[in-house]
């Protein structure tokens, strides 16, 4: 036993020679510098992505707001589009214009005949609305009547001349 002792003695002893005695903080230094390197870039990264998931956040909210102006406006413009043409508004408006209902209509036959036979739109009277006495007033002291044109094309002579024609009908 004495020989294993002395060996590890003698092991030690040449260690104890390599390594000084004492606390060595030089080789703990770099280690220490690591750790707080590591640490530190560790909290701005996560830092920097708290605060690019926040700045995402509000895009969000943001897109989510203007979202939801834009289908009220969409759907308020609708509701317009919708109250203008339904069938009393659109006649109104046209009354409103100066226009009247058409009366029978003339077809042209592919052959360039006619089939029926046309008719002059006259205005009738308007059954939603009566025209107040100042407007019809108004009205006829700044138009002037119509002069009655010539009577409306025969067949005959609508059927000499062909009908127009577009490509793609």
Same mark, same amino acid.
């Given at each position: *036993?004495?020989?294993?002792?002395?060996?590890?003695?003698?092991?030690?002893?040449?260690?104890?020679?390599? *390594?000084?005695?004492?606390?060595?903080?030089?080789?703990?230094?770099?280690?220490?510098?690591?750790?707080?390197?590591?640490?530190?870039?560790?909290?701005?990264?996560?830092?920097?992505?708290?605060?690019?998931?926040?700045?995402?956040?509000?895009?969000?909210?943001?897109?989510?707001?203007?979202?939801?102006?834009?289908?009220?406006?969409?759907?308020?413009?609708?509701?317009?589009?919708?109250?203008?043409?339904?069938?009393?508004?659109?006649?109104?408006? !046209?009354?409103?214009?100066? *226009?009247?209902?058409?009366?029978?209509?003339?077809?042209?036959?592919?052959?360039?005949?006619?089939?029926?036979?046309?008719?002059? !739109?006259?205005?009738?009277?308007?059954?939603?609305?009566?025209?107040?006495?100042?407007?019809?007033?108004?009205?006829?002291?700044?138009?002037?009547?119509?002069?009655?044109?010539?009577?409306?094309?025969?067949?005959?002579?609508?059927?000499?001349?062909?009908?127009?024609?577009?490509?793609?009908?």
């Amino acid at each position: *036993m004495t020989r294993t002792a002395e060996q590890t003695k003698g092991r030690a002893g040449r260690l104890t020679r390599l *390594m000084p005695a004492g606390p060595s903080t030089a080789a703990r230094t770099p280690f220490v510098l690591l750790v707080v390197l590591l640490l530190a870039g560790g909290l701005i990264s996560l830092l920097l992505l708290n605060s690019a998931l926040n700045e995402g956040s509000f895009k969000l909210s943001k897109l989510k707001r203007e979202t939801t102006e834009l289908t009220d406006e969409q759907q308020a413009l609708q509701r317009d589009v919708d109250s203008y043409s339904q069938p009393d508004a659109l006649e109104r408006r !046209a009354r409103q214009l100066g *226009m009247v209902p058409g009366g029978n209509p003339a077809f042209l036959n592919p052959d360039g005949t006619v089939r029926g036979v046309p008719e002059r !739109a006259t205005a009738g009277p308007s059954p939603a609305v009566a025209p107040t006495p100042e407007a019809n007033a108004a009205t006829t002291a700044t138009t002037a009547p119509a002069e009655p044109s010539a009577a409306a094309p025969s067949p005959t002579a609508t059927s000499t001349t062909p009908p127009p024609t577009s490509p793609g009908r």
